[in-house]
């Protein structure tokens, strides 16, 4: 299947400070990226739909000035997370849809962890 | 919005038997019904999918039902393992990577 690799793995941010969290597609062409929130045996909360070259559409409850989303080209998609706080600690996760009818592919993840 | 409910939230069973586990929807526009395990720490992985169209898939001791009229779908793994312990996740959508998980279910295959 298609690769889609999320960098950090894991970080550890100050309270106040901002956070940057990568999505890449690797090897095909993602239009659309999708990030999602999991906390601690919880399910994945999807947060808000990145599309590239035009603005994210946030899932109600979800910030947009808090969580910002950059999808500059096919194959990056960009999450900064403002003035984190502990509550914002959890589990970030990338997903990428190449094409019509073809499955979303995950990236591995991103433990934050404000302190 | 779609809503997608998920049961049981745990399951044990005994390696050898089957384990089913069962999801509702409730928007009818959904047309893409995968199915996620996810280990502790790690990425879900895609374990199967079934799209509107089709009302079953089988891919070895896994298979996927899915009823439209009911908005239900069910996961369905025969002749557990040890090594199939782990959380599932169903989760409905659009066949562009859009989806609404379920809460998920975590299941225990005692040897």
């Known amino acids: 299947g298609a690769v889609v690799s999320q960098h950090p793995s894991w970080v550890i941010c100050k309270s106040g400070t901002s956070v940057k969290i990568e999505c890449r597609s690797l090897?095909?062409?993602?239009?659309?990226m999708f990030w999602y929130r999991q906390f601690p045996k919880q399910s994945l909360m999807l947060m808000a739909t990145s599309n590239e070259g035009s603005k994210a559409t946030y899932e109600q409850g979800v910030e947009k000035d808090k969580f910002l989303i950059n999808h500059a080209s096919l194959t990056l998609s960009t999450l900064t997370v403002t003035s984190a706080h502990p509550e914002d600690s959890s589990f970030y996760i990338c997903?990428?849809?190449?094409?019509?009818?073809?499955?979303?592919?995950f990236g591995q993840g991103t433990r934050l962890t404000v302190v | 919005g779609e809503n997608v409910e998920q049961h049981p939230s745990t399951l044990s069973v005994q390696e050898g038997d089957s384990a089913v586990i069962k999801c509702t929807y409730s928007?009818?526009?959904?047309?893409?019904f995968p199915w996620y395990k996810q280990e502790l720490g790690k990425r879900p992985q895609l374990i199967i999918d079934?799209?509107?169209?089709?009302g079953e898939k089988k891919d070895q001791r896994i298979a996927v039902t899915l009823n439209k009229t009911a908005k239900h779908f069910s996961l369905h793994i025969t002749e557990t393992q040890p090594e199939d312990s782990a959380v599932y996740f169903c989760a409905a959508g659009d066949s562009w990577g859009k989806f609404q998980f379920g809460a998920g279910t975590q299941v225990v295959v005692t040897p």
């Open positions: 928007d009818s526009a959904s047309n893409y």
């Open positions: 090897d095909f062409q993602a239009t659309t």
């Open positions: 079934i799209r509107s169209n089709v």
């Open positions: 997903s990428a849809a190449g094409q019509l009818n073809t499955e979303a592919f």
